[in-house]
C-alpha cells in the first residue's frame, strides 16, 4: 500500500517563497503522474500542478503558471513543488496525490483521476 507524505509547509509573506515535499513509501509500483492539489476553506479542493512519471512533463492551473515549479526524483519516490512570488490567495491545505495503476478516471485536473492522498500540509501567505 502505498503512503504519501507531504512536509515544507508554513507561513510566508506574500512576495516569498515556500517548497513542499511529498515522498512516497510502502507500493511504489506503476506511477502515472503526481499531483498537487490545494484547498482553501469553504472552497473546493483545486489541481495546483501535475507531473508525469514516465518523461517528467507537467501541467499547472492558470493561477500558478510562471510561479510554481513542480519537479520529481524517482529514485528517491519524492515530487516537490517549488512556489515562488506567493500571494495570499495562495494560502490553503496542500495535498499531494498519486495516480497509481492502470485505471484512467477524470482529467489531469480532477481530484477523480487520483487513487492515493497525503494528509496535507499547510501554507499561509500573509499580506
Known amino acids: 500500500q502505498v503512503q504519501l507524505v507531504e512536509s515544507g509547509g508554513g507561513s510566508v509573506q506574500a512576495g516569498g517563497s515556500l517548497r513542499l515535499s511529498c515522498a512516497a513509501s510502502?507500493?511504489?509500483?506503476?506511477?502515472?503522474?503526481m499531483a498537487w492539489f490545494r484547498q482553501a476553506p469553504g472552497k473546493e479542493r483545486e489541481v495546483v500542478a501535475v507531473?508525469?512519471?514516465?518523461?517528467?512533463?507537467?501541467n499547472y492551473a492558470d493561477p500558478v503558471k510562471g510561479r510554481f515549479t513542480v519537479s520529481q526524483d524517482n529514485a528517491a519516490n519524492t515530487v516537490d513543488l517549488q512556489m515562488n512570488t506567493l500571494k495570499p490567495e495562495d494560502t490553503a491545505m496542500y495535498y499531494c496525490?498519486?495516480?497509481?495503476?492502470?485505471?484512467?478516471?477524470?482529467?489531469?485536473?480532477?481530484?477523480?483521476?487520483?487513487?492515493?492522498w497525503g494528509q496535507g500540509t499547510q501554507v499561509t501567505v500573509s499580506s
Open positions: 510502502g507500493y511504489t509500483g506503476r506511477r502515472n503522474s
Open positions: 496525490a498519486g495516480h497509481y495503476g492502470t485505471a484512467y478516471v477524470g482529467n489531469w485536473y480532477s481530484t477523480q483521476r487520483y487513487n492515493v
Open positions: 507531473i508525469y512519471t514516465r518523461d517528467g512533463s507537467a
